[in-house]
């Protein structure tokens, strides 16, 4: 009750993955090179230091996925957007010359506005 609340950031994955190596390492490196050790407390460390590295390379992996999730929805809209592009839509006016009297028609219009020949 007399602790102030911690505020809860989400701590880098990170973090957890190079303590967790950081401690488990460092108890097998003194079990193995100080011959007088509490090999039992060592390897307790090395154990915690495993889980760390364990629950950091979870998280790791679980935010890992969010983004590239993202990505592929990206990617996904620039393939839809790219199409459209490419292929106009159906009925799109271009410019097309009437071949009577050489004026300009749109391509969707079926007689020339200048002399009414007939453009298709
Ligand atoms: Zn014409």
Known sequence: MDKPPR??????PIVFIVLGLA?????LFITWTVPD?????MYVF???????FVVGLIKHLMS??????KKEEEQVANQFT?????????GEKT???????????????NFCHMCGARLR
């Open 23 to 27: 401690i488990a390492l460092y108890a």
């Open 46 to 52: 090395a154990a915690i230091g495993f889980l760390f």
């Open 82 to 90: 790219n199409i459209s592009v490419t292929n106009p839509p159906v």
């Open 64 to 69: 890992k996925d969010k983004p590239s999730l």
């Open 7 to 12: 505020p809860k950031r989400p701590i880098n």
């Open 95 to 109: 410019i097309i010359l009437c071949s009577k009297c050489r004026s300009r028609n749109y391509s969707t219009s």
């Open 37 to 41: 050790t509490n090999k039992d407390l």
